[in-house]
């Protein structure tokens, strides 16, 4: 997620209502191919789906590589970002 997030960033994440998560949030999810969590941003969502991409197209997994994921593969909302030296809202 360069440059969002750099290595050995922390997030907190609000796991409430994410049935109700908007486009351009950062989302923690599990992602479905390889099991893994990952930090995406929503780049749209559906009626039980949402479509995740990643801020640095280049690098990385999102869902041009596993497709659209159900939105209770979603564990939360990014709503604080603790970088090195800097503080930052998930949005």
Known sequence: MLPTLQPGDYVIADTRALEHVE???LVVARE???K???VKRVRSR???T???GSDNPN???DSRHFGSIPIDALL???VLHLGVGR???GR
């Open 76 to 78: 939360g909302e990014v």
């Open 32 to 34: 479905p191919t390889a």
């Open 59 to 61: 690098e990385g997994r």
């Open 87 to 89: 503080l930052m809202s």
């Open 36 to 38: 893994t969590i990952v």
């Open 46 to 48: 559906g009626d039980s």
């Open 50 to 52: 949402v479509y995740l």
């Open 23 to 25: 486009s351009d949030a």
